[in-house]
C-alpha cells in the first residue's frame, strides 16, 4: 500500500516547494493532480503557469476537482507517486458547484453540504490509501488566520478546517510549513 502525506500550512508558507522535493524522491513518474481549475481570471492563470514552469517537465497534469477517487485508483498504479494541490481548494471547488444565497442559507443545507464534501474527502482518502504510491496532499491551514468577513468564506474555513483535520489522523505523515521550513507534526 501507498504512504499518505498531508503537507499543510499558510499561503505562501511553501507547501508546493515542499511538496514536490518530497515527491521527486518518489522516482521520475509522478501524476499532479490540480484541483484549481483555470478560470478567466488572469492572476489564477498567471499562478497556474508558474507553477507548471516550476514542476519537472516529466510529471504528467491532470487538473480536475471531480472524480479524483476514481483517477486516483485508475491511474495511480501507472506512477511513482502522486501530487494532491490542495485539499482546501478542492472544497472551494465543491461549495463552488452549489448554487446557493450562501448569505441566507440554513444550517442544515450547509450541513448536507458537508457532509457530502467530507464523503468525498474520504473517498480520496480511501484512495490515497489503498494506492500502490505515496500519495502527497497539500492543504492551506485555514484555522490560523483573520476571521472571514462574509458567510461563504466562513463556512469554507470551517468545512475546510474539518476535513483537514480528517485527513490528518488517517494520514501517515503531517508536516505544517512555517517560512518555507517543514515541521514534522506526525
Excluded at 501530487?83 to 448536507?112: C, F, K, N
Excluded at 480511501?126 to 463556512?155: C, H
Aim: charged share 25%; proline share 3%; with cysteine.
Amino acid at each position: 500500500m501507498g504512504k499518505l502525506i498531508l503537507v499543510i500550512g499558510g499561503k505562501r508558507s511553501g507547501k508546493s516547494d515542499y511538496a514536490q522535493a518530497l515527491a521527486e524522491t518518489f522516482g521520475d513518474s509522478i501524476l499532479y493532480i490540480a484541483t484549481l481549475v483555470p478560470e478567466d481570471n488572469d492572476e489564477v492563470k498567471s499562478r497556474i503557469e508558474y507553477r507548471k514552469a516550476m514542476r519537472p517537465a516529466g510529471w504528467d497534469t491532470l487538473e480536475a476537482y471531480d472524480g479524483i477517487a476514481e483517477h486516483i485508483e485508475e491511474f495511480g498504479a501507472a506512477y511513482d507517486g502522486i501530487v494532491l494541490d490542495r485539499i482546501s481548494v478542492l472544497v472551494t471547488q465543491l461549495l463552488g458547484d452549489y448554487e446557493a444565497v450562501w448569505e441566507s442559507i440554513p444550517m442544515s443545507v450547509i450541513l448536507e453540504i458537508e457532509k457530502s464534501i467530507l464523503q468525498t474527502v474520504r473517498k480520496v482518502v480511501g484512495a490515497a490509501q489503498k494506492a500502490s504510491a505515496p500519495v502527497v496532499m497539500l492543504s492551506n491551514e485555514m484555522g490560523m488566520g483573520s476571521r472571514p468577513g462574509d458567510r461563504f468564506n466562513k463556512i469554507r474555513r470551517d468545512i475546510t478546517c474539518r476535513v483537514n483535520t480528517k485527513i490528518a489522523a488517517q494520514a501517515d505523515e503531517v508536516y505544517m510549513m512555517v517560512a518555507g521550513l517543514p515541521v514534522k507534526i506526525k
